[in-house]
C-alpha cells in the first residue's frame, strides 16, 4: 500500500453546509479536511498548521485506518441485474382474528402455560 502522503487518494467533493469549507494539507489541492467556515484566517492558519504537522496520523482513508478491517466499515448488498428495491407492506391480523389471538392468549396466561417477562433478560418459564 503506498503512502496516503505520497499517492494522496482521489476524494469526491460534496457540496458542504454553509458552516463548513474544504482546506487542503496538500499541494495542488491535495490532502482534503473539512474545517468551520466561521474561523479568522488566523485561526484557520493555526488548525492547518496543527494538522499539517501530524497529517501522517490521520486516516485518509477507510484503508489506512490501522487494526480496522475495511470489511467492517463497508458493506454491499449483492442484487440481480435489473432488480428493483421494493418494500413490504406491514402485516396486519384482521379484527376478528386480532380478537380471537388476544382471548387464546389469555386463556394461557390464565392457565399459567408462560408468564410474561417483567425484564429483557428475564427467562420465561415454560410448562
Not at 7 to 17: A, E, G, H, N, T
Not at 29 to 44: F, M, N, W
Not at 91 to 111: F, Q
Request: some cysteine; proline content about 7%; charged content about 25%.
Amino acid at each position: 500500500m503506498l503512502n496516503s502522503i505520497e499517492s494522496p487518494p482521489v476524494l469526491d467533493r460534496k457540496s458542504l453546509p454553509d458552516s463548513l469549507k474544504y482546506a487542503y494539507l496538500g499541494p495542488n489541492e491535495t490532502l482534503t479536511v473539512i474545517i468551520a467556515s466561521c474561523l479568522t484566517t488566523e485561526q484557520e492558519d493555526k488548525v492547518l498548521a496543527v494538522l499539517k504537522d501530524h497529517k501522517e496520523a490521520i486516516g485518509w482513508s477507510v484503508a489506512y485506518l490501522k487494526g480496522i478491517s475495511p470489511s467492517i466499515c463497508m458493506h454491499q448488498i449483492f442484487c440481480e441485474d435489473g432488480a428493483k428495491p421494493f418494500r413490504d407492506t406491514q402485516r396486519r391480523l384482521n379484527p376478528n382474528m386480532r380478537e380471537v389471538v388476544k382471548n387464546e392468549i389469555v386463556k394461557w396466561l390464565d392457565a399459567a402455560l408462560f408468564t410474561l417477562p417483567l425484564t429483557a433478560n428475564e427467562l420465561v418459564p415454560l410448562r
